[in-house]
Each structure stands twice: as structure tokens, then as C-alpha cells.
């Protein structure tokens, strides 16, 4: 979010037998990070020790720190990584500075040196120049609070192909531009994947505030993805971010998704207290099937809506789990 306005805004089972789709097998196992937060570098209230230690403490296995235009030294972050956690340089670029609540902010994560942002006065040009830049550094692209693109989305058919998107920022929760009242940002993900795009949908905490706890306050440990990898390594997460083998939760823990033949097959791990809802959403976000409970099963029919099929599990505690969409195509795929 707008800087000046310091409103910056498990161990899970799931199988992809389709390779296409961004399988992973059986081996392997989940990894929880988060791929946007802020340390005292940019406009975060703890250092980057501190925000670092937040995450490792609280059940993570990576963090993606992405100060504004700005990266701790490289040493930092290997200095920060061991067995069990994994430090990665990142950054959000300020791709646009006049636009108040829409300015266009983009993550690089995996940087390998400092990045300064092209700075455009317009959306589109924003968009390209950085999206550009960021992959020809080899870094995954993440498009932040996307609210941005209900101005211009002619934008996103002319962007990079493939990308990560927030579809839940936790910052911006309770304000409006949170996915509970007001869903834009899932707006601005059906906008993408209806332009033709490989967009993978992330859950972030896009962390301020690592000291008062409360409901208004952007703090840490709301939104997170989980990674699927083969061991905990830089270049192994990174990786498979960017081949979309991971899915976004702000709350549900997913035990199984898979995609046999041409049904996908969905189970949540059951929480006290808690009650689920999965989703099977087609092109533009239509409903295709919606099933109550903890298992669920969709079987392609070959409908003109199912030029991809995304789940999204909505749990009664108001959180929610995003998985990766499925375009038939790869699954027809041998
Ligand atoms: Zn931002
Ligand atoms: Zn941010």
C-alpha cells in the first residue's frame, strides 16, 4: 500500500499427480512462508533480526523480506538461513508514486542484488517496465494488492504471462479493500486468469507492525503460502513458486489436491470448532460446484466454463485457503 499512509497495506498432504499443473509426487514436503513483509529499512516498526525472528519462531520455514525499494546486504540473509529456515532478499517496488490507494506495487523475490524501480506515472507502462525488469533478474514476480487493476485492466493482457498475485494481503484486511467485504482483489485475479494468464494466487501478511497486536494493526502471521519442495533451499522454494506448486491460506490447512484424470479431488484437514465450505469456481469466477464439509470432488465436464477450475475453501472462522487453478489442457496432457 501507499508508504506515506503506513497502511501497507500443515504439514499438509497434497499430491499434483498431473505434472502439468505443477505436480510434485508424493516425495517432498510443505514449506510455510511468507512473501512480503517490511523491517525498519523501509517503513517497518522491528529490525530486520527481529522481523526475521518472528517467522522462524512462529512456525515458518521461509520469509521473503521485501522492504520497500530498498534490501538488506546479501550477507544478512544468508547470515539468517540454516536446516531450518530460509531467508530470502526481496523487494517491493514502487512502480508508481502518484496514484494514492492504486499505485502499482510489485514484489521481486530472490533478488541477488539491490533493484530500483521504474517509475511511471501511468499503470500499464508501470506494469511492463518492472514486471520486465524483475524477470530479466531472474526473481518471481508478485503483484501486490492488485485493487489497482479495477481502473485499467486492459493492463493485465499485455503483461508478463505468468505472475503471482495477492488475492488475500492481511494489512488491508477490514478496510475496503479486504476480500471479505469487498472482494477486489479476487477481481483482479479473475481478471488475469480470464486474459489468458498463468496467475498463481498468494496469501501474504505484508507485515508494518511487529509490536501492538490487534485487529486494525498490519501485523504478522495472517496470510501465508505453502510451498511444495524437495528440500528447504533458496533456489528449490523460488523455484517452485514460480511453477505455481504451492497454495495461499489465510486460516485452512489442505491435506489433499489432486488432479486425477479429469477430476479434482480436494480434502481439508478438519479444525475444532470449524466448518467448511469448497468452492469450485470456472472462468470469470462462476460457480461450478459448491460442496459443505471437508471433502470434495469436481469432475471435468469439458464446459465452455472450465477453461481453468480453481478451488477456493471458505472456513466459518471468516478465513479462507486459495489452490492453484487447473487449465484442462495440462491435465489432458500425458
Ligand atoms: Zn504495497
Ligand atoms: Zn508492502
Known sequence: MPRARAREGLAAAIVLSCAAIGASGAEGFWAKGNTHAHSTISDGNASPDAVIKWYKHHGYQFLVLTDH???????????????????????E????????????????????????PIVKTEILPALTANMEMVARAGAVIQLNHPSFYLRDRTALSKVSDTFLMEVYNHATRGDRWSLIENPLFEHAYEAALTAGKRAYAVASDDTHDYQTFGPKRLNPGGGWVMVRVAKLTRDEILKNLAAGKFYASSGPEIDEYTVEGKTIRVRVKPADGVTYTIWFLGHGGMPLAKVAGTQADYRLRGSSLEKYVRVRVHASDDTMAWMQPVWPEDAARP
Open 69 to 91: 525499494d530498498k534490501v538488506a546486504p546479501m550477507e544478512f540473509f544468508d547470515r539468517h538461513t540454516d536446516a531450518s529456515f530460509v531467508a530470502i532478499p526481496g523487494v
Open 93 to 116: 517496488l514502487s512502480a508508481t508514486r502518484a496514484l494514492g490507494d492504486f499505485n502499482v506495487h510489485i514484489n521481486a523475490l530472490g533478488i541477488t542484488a539491490p533493484l530500483e
